[in-house]
């Protein structure tokens, strides 16, 4: 380890059953051993809870801790994370050890942090149990107060799902192969799971923090699909945001890892963050574990680090040589420390050493011009199965996006939707589904005061609320999903409804060549008001003899009804407010950047709205890609509670 540069571990995360090998019975002999040779080689610890787990004597004593899938199977043991988050008895037993622990190590030098338990909600963000009904009914009376406003809320008069007391609120458990689950309920069922974890969390981390305050953490899956928990809700309860990140192969595999790093940097509201775990090469839980590619062991590493982490850390010290990980890479693999991949992590260690010299530790990144939104909820929403289309996800628009602007020169920050990102010169709302009251105020103060915005929507879903907003801006929705019969204005064998629009020459497109095309599949029309404030340019319009299909939900085929409006419609407009200086464009179509559409053009989606967002900040329609400037900034925990490393190089141990 000292080789290697490492200066920190983390340990005992999955060690319940030997630091409780009987109820009531604790040995942490092993353990002082383990944390006293670290700690005087010059290693510090972030020790764990070791609640992660329970031991097998607790779930043969206690099976009502196992969690329930919501056909009613219960998880048993023989993995990891078969306990549930709304069990009193196995929360009465994680607390007791948080308690053991704290007391056993509240004076120990080298214990540094406390890392309580382990990516919650990884295999048990779901449970269906009697507990968790019993309290899904009590977070479903504290948030509505009333049964009829939860009635209201989920749309209960649809197929007689109305409810008479909190005690007819069930799970969304099994109701058929093929059927369809209330969408409001199953999105409160979310909301609801990712609090329920959240509240265990709390209660573990308070149990220590009573008796030994130190600074603590707990790791989070933020990835740009790793949507499961509502992590940015979570980063106010933690001293120092920390994350688990595994690359995703193929060609997104930087743009993916670039994108995560700087949604954690949001979560953190870019106070510095540590790298809890990564891969040093291939994982073990995928159909095929690719490897790193030469060089990307360092690249990948030294990347998060550029983006707002203190600290790089490895699952694991030494490949396992049994069980279920025994295949997933390490610091130091089965070939021992005679490889590529240890003499990699030497490299690592020695470069990390030399930034932290130069000064590198608690920096921050200074703010970009341009905010993509992530919004957990929306993302949430747009898993429902009964929608019109199953291919549009909000969590793939902000990657996108963030990819897209890259590759125009504009380097972008992502930003939760409770961050402040109304503080940006621009701001990108990437099919947001879900705008709460308080967002929604934000996005109208926002244009209010000259703000620049971007809107991207989607016919599948109703956005009362953006839709409001951009009726303040003179804009609204043409009723209906358009129709091109142009035959020069669609792709020839696809659907009239995937449009290959007209695009504007003027100021706002400048930085489009003037062959490329633009590709907008499955649209709605965009009207505007001449009585506004703002001026209107449009960007896409379709032919002059398109319609658009006002009964497109029960229609069986294209053909144009009688009073279905035609004609030539904008797909994108600017509107300009020269009284004030905002600016808010709107794409009345979702999905323009992902890689098929997109590259079914040559770039050119990518292309047009790289252009438009440079007249947004008035900046030149031919950028060049800046890289981040950094500041010196503390770590935002208290004075007390600071951790006195250099640039953190370390591992976790189960």
Known sequence: ???????????????WAKLEPEEGVYDFDWLDRVIDKLGKAGIAVDLASGTASPPMWMTQAHPEILWVDYRGDVCQPGARQHWRATSP???????????KMAEHYKDNPYVVSWHVS??????????????????????CEKKYGTIDAVNDAWGTAFWAQRMNNFSEIIPPRFIGDGNFMNPGKLLDWKRFSSDALLDFYKAERDALLEIAPKPQT????????GAGIDYDKWGYDVDFVSNDHYFTPGEAHFDELAYSASLCDGIARKNPWFLMEHSSSAVNWRPINYRVEPGELVRDSLAHLAMGSDAICYFQWRQSKAGAEKWHSSMVPHAGPDSQIFRDVCELGAD?????????LSTKLVKSKVAVVFDYESQWATEHTATPTQEVRHWTEPLAWFRALADNGLTADVVPVRGPWDEYEAVVLPSLTILSEETTRRVREYVANGGKLFVTTDFTTGTPNLDSVLADCGMARQPGLLIETDTDHYPYGYPQTYLLPKLAGNDITAGVSQSMMIYTPIAQGITTNDDSEFTFTDLLTTGDNAYSMENYATAETAQKADTDPEGCFAVAVAADN?????????????????????????????????????????EQTTAVINAKSMSAASLSVPTSAAIPLGVLFTLVLP
């Not at 707990?218 to 699909?225: E, L, P, R």
């Not at 990390?352 to 590198?360: C, I, P, S, T, V």
């Not at 709107?586 to 967002?613: D, K």
């Open 1 to 15: 380890m000292q080789q290697a540069g490492v200066n920190l571990v983390s340990v005992a995360i999955f060690s």
């Open 89 to 99: 008895v196995f929360l009465d037993y994680a607390l007791n050890l948080c308690r």
């Open 118 to 139: 382990n990516e919650y909600g990884c295999h048990n963000r779901f449970d269906y149990s009697e507990d968790a009904e019993r309290a899904f009914q009590k977070w």
């Open 218 to 225: 707990t790791n989070f899956m933020v990835s740009a699909g």
């Open 352 to 360: 990390l050493n030399k930034l932290a010299d130069e000064g590198l």
């Open 578 to 618: 020269s009284a004030t200086g905002a600016r808010v464009v709107w794409v009345n179509c979702p999905n323009l950047l992902e890689s098929n559409i997109n590259q079914a053009v040559s770039g050119g989606n990518a292309q047009f709205l790289g252009s438009v967002v440079n007249w947004m900040n008035g």
